[in-house]
């Protein structure tokens, strides 16, 4: 059985950093896509970043280009997301999902199929 846990959010000041790990277990992570998404209050879900099978591209929402940096760690079966020069509107509930697809038009929740239950990103002064 597929499964996915985040952990690493929590609250900063603009400006500040956090790291994200999405730790995959009964399958190995290298030979899926992972996605990162988020969903803020009365906000659709959003796609944030995701990265191919390993060895295989990455894909970055505009509004986190430049900030955020997805990666894998094959050996601790896990996948970060480092966001540097958090923003106000960087605050959400930051989701994993595996099992689905990175290409270069877009991510989007509808393509994975196994979720995460959401840690919490609160970035304010």
């Known amino acids: 059985q597929l499964q996915v846990v985040e952990s690493g959010g929590g609250s900063v000041q603009p400006g500040g950093s956090l790291r994200l790990s999405c730790a995959a277990s009964?399958?190995?992570?290298?030979?899926?896509?992972i996605g990162w998404f988020r969903q803020a209050p009365g906000k659709e879900r959003e796609g944030v970043s995701c990265i191919s099978t390993s060895g295989g591209p990455t894909n970055y929402a505009d509004s986190v280009k430049g900030r955020f940096t997805i990666s894998r760690d094959n050996a601790k079966n896990t996948v970060y997301l480092e966001m540097n020069s958090l923003k106000p509107e960087d605050t959400a509930v930051y989701y994993c999902?595996?099992?689905?697809?990175?290409?270069?038009?877009?991510?989007?929740?509808?393509?994975?199929?196994?979720w995460g239950q959401g840690t919490q990103v609160t970035v304010s002064a």
């Open positions: 009964g399958f190995k992570s290298e030979y899926y896509a």
């Open positions: 999902a595996a099992d689905g697809r990175c290409t270069g038009w877009g991510i989007f929740a509808s393509d994975f199929t196994t």
